[in-house]
């Protein structure tokens, strides 16, 4: 999910305060522990993203690996570099996940939650 | 429950198995942990200057298949396994009681070009797992390893690891044997593993596809596609040379486990050679019965890669077809990129598989065949 600036939109109920905003560096992620929820927060390309840090496919700390790019191909089916710093590698099988949308580059059947991240007076709170 | 009971027991976690097997848990091996155990002329040749070329001198004896894989690019990890700290780790994820540790780099044994130095990293490799790495008080097997470009002393090196306690099993790289595994030059082996009482592993690496099938692993030219058909192709090979020449009939008390390839291919492959088998019998004139039961009879299969974890219709059907509840045993094959977690086979099978047989799979079937 995209960051949203705006509290005006979540129910103050339903934010839970992570870290401040200047805690993550470009390219990093942090992963907290909310309500009993992993939840990793990622600050890559001037957005920020919280997936759930649980695999989807077997269970393995999803959020914890390579955050990097992948090969797509371009028009003309030439292989291109793509996404760069957008695709987390679960560290147990490889398996990535857009950290944008939370979905599995391969298959539609096995998304990461997503939650929306809130920046608040510098905070940096996940809706849920 | 009565020890009388004849009702199956109920499995519905696996907190409820009394023992979990691993027969696919692999090590890392180095070659500076292997080139200590070396013995001469190879000690003296491979030794004599500190740190071989830039290159090391594995990567030189070794063949490299140079395939991009997750965790070349290190999109997935794996961890390193070469001591009892590293492999408690592995214990405590996986959650086994016993397991029959086998290697990596040496899965390309079968690739080494001197044979000689082949047979003597065998010889040092096994010399490290049992100094170093079996440890049967907290669960620790081994399964010897044996270079197929020498049978001879293959069969020598299984005579004098025979009564290791911690040796479970012996391991044939099986990805690059050249001949095939039905050959006659194999019997010497053969005949020791059966008189050591001694199951024999067979197990491929994806790569070894650039040895027995070079020139479409060349045209593949990717690593996706060799690893989803070397594995269950290059046993598909032996098996059925090893069916035809008669190799199960010879050595009738010699058990044979066919790892890491899936399987669905194996039911398929059972009802294949015997359908061929029907109008071609002069092909093997020494079998006795029907080929897929000397499949059944004398062959297990392992688990890991589970393919189809998320469709439990064709999941439970495909282990019913080859009666995996007497021969199919859990494996992890961690820390492999592509290990299975514990739990991943058990979660469908309950819906078709008792107790009793889920308890065979996971751990049964392996305590009596390894005899631990």
């Known amino acids: 999910m995209a960051t949203n600036t705006d509290p005006q939109n979540a129910d103050a109920d339903n934010l839970h305060h992570v870290t401040a905003a200047d805690d993550i560096e470009d390219g990093e992620r942090v992963v907290v522990d909310i309500k009993g929820r992993e939840i990793a927060v990622f600050y890559s390309n001037d957005e920020y993203h919280a997936l759930s840090n649980y695999c989807t496919h077997q269970g393995g700390p999803a959020c914890e690996g390579l955050l990097s790019g992948t090969i797509d191909v371009d028009e003309d089916d030439e292989l291109v570099w793509a996404c760069d710093d957008e695709i987390v590698s679960c560290p147990w099988h490889g398996w990535e996940f857009d950290i944008t949308s939370g979905e599995h580059l391969a298959s539609d059947e096995y998304r990461l939650p997503s939650y929306d991240v809130h920046v608040i007076d510098g905070d940096l709170y996940v809706e849920f | ?372």
């Not at chain 2, 082996?189 to 491929?204: D, F, Q, S, V, W």
């Not at chain 2, 059925?240 to 008669?246: E, S």
Request: glycine share 6%; hydrophobic share 35%; with cysteine.
């Open chain 2, 1 to 372: 429950m009565s020890s009388q009971s004849t009702e199956p027991a109920t499995v519905r976690s696996l907190d409820d198995l009394e023992v979990i097997v691993d027969t696919d848990f692999h090590l890392t091996e180095r070659q500076e942990d292997i080139f200590p155990y070396l013995e001469d002329p190879f000690y003296s040749l491979l030794n004599s200057q500190s740190d071989g070329d830039d290159y090391g001198y594995l990567g030189r004896v070794y063949p490299s298949h140079g395939m991009l894989y997750s965790v070349t690019v290190g999109k997935a990890d794996s961890p390193t396994v070469r001591t009892s700290e590293d492999i408690q780790k592995g214990k405590d994820l996986i959650g086994w009681d016993k397991a029959i540790a086998t290697p990596t780099q040496n899965l390309y044994l079968g690739a080494v070009h001197h044979d000689d130095l082949a047979a003597a990293l065998a010889k040092a490799y096994n010399r490290w797992l049992l100094d170093n790495i079996i440890d049967t008080d907290n669960g620790v097997y081994g399964a010897a390893l044996v270079a197929p470009q020498k049978p001879l002393k293959a069969a020598e090196e299984v005579d004098d690891l025979a009564d290791e306690p911690g040796i479970a099993a012996v391991m044939i790289p099986s990805g690059s044997v050249d001949p095939t595994l039905g050959n006659e030059i194999y019997y010497p082996l053969y005949e020791a593993c059966e008189r050591a009482g001694l199951p024999i592993k067979m197990h491929n690496a994806a790569g070894t596809m650039m040895t027995r099938f070079p020139t479409q692993w060349r045209s593949l030219n990717r690593a996706l596609p060799v690893h989803a058909t070397s594995h269950n192709m290059m046993h598909q090979v032996n098996l059925a040379d090893m069916l035809t020449q008669g190799v199960p009939v010879r050595f009738p008390d010699l058990d044979f486990v066919v790892q890491e390839s899936g399987l669905g291919w194996y039911p398929y492959f059972m009802r294949r050679f015997d359908h061929d088998y029907m109008g071609a019998k002069f092909d093997a004139p020494m079998l006795e019965k029907k080929p897929s039961e000397y499949l059944r009879d004398q062959f297990y299969l392992t688990s890991q890669p589970v393919e189809g974890a998320d469709d439990p219709e064709y999941l439970n059907q495909i282990i019913r077809l080859f009666e995996g509840e007497n021969s199919l045993m859990f494996s992890s094959d961690y820390p492999h990129f592509d290990f299975d977690y514990t739990d991943a086979l058990m979660k469908i099978m309950r819906s078709e598989f008792n107790g009793d047989e889920i308890k065979n799979i996971y751990g049964e079937t392996a305590d009596q065949l390894y005899q631990f």
